[in-house]
């Protein structure tokens, strides 16, 4: 039932936004695959993914002006202890420190690949060994 039921938030969450439900789904899909044990908490404003604490979110967030963003996109956004340097990643913020924001924004499945699986990789591990 309880996945049934996170189920349900998922596509209230993409309600206004069903073109952008299939990035989700393929995200999720290799999130799942490659790093086991993954909780997903679905919010109003984002859907977070984690281990022992949160370490991948889904959103719409503005990180671009409205004529540079697609008609479809999701934003990733991750966190690590360094930051990343990339011309994919949109925005990059340091709220504590050493702990670096990322948000990179996808607007095709081909957009999750290894690099950004990478990313995300590393964020699980780093948020794992958090104290």
Do not use: C
Request: no cysteine.
């Amino acid at each position: 039932m309880k996945k049934e039921a996170i189920r349900q938030e998922i596509l209230f969450f993409f309600d206004k936004s069903r073109e952008a439900l299939p990035l989700y789904e393929a995200l999720e899909q290799r999130i799942l695959e490659e790093l086991g044990k993954v909780t997903i908490k679905v919010q109003k404003t984002q859907i977070s993914f984690s281990n022992k604490r949160n370490f991948a979110f889904v959103s719409f967030l503005p990180v671009r002006k409205a004529a540079d963003r697609p008609k479809v996109f999701l934003v990733v956004t991750f966190g690590l202890s360094y930051k990343k340097e990339s011309p994919r990643i949109d925005v990059a913020t340091e709220p504590y420190p050493n702990r670096w924001t990322h948000h990179v924004l996808i607007s095709k499945v081909e957009e999750i690949d290894e690099e950004l699986m990478g990313w995300i990789g590393e964020a699980s591990a780093f948020s794992a060994g958090k104290r």
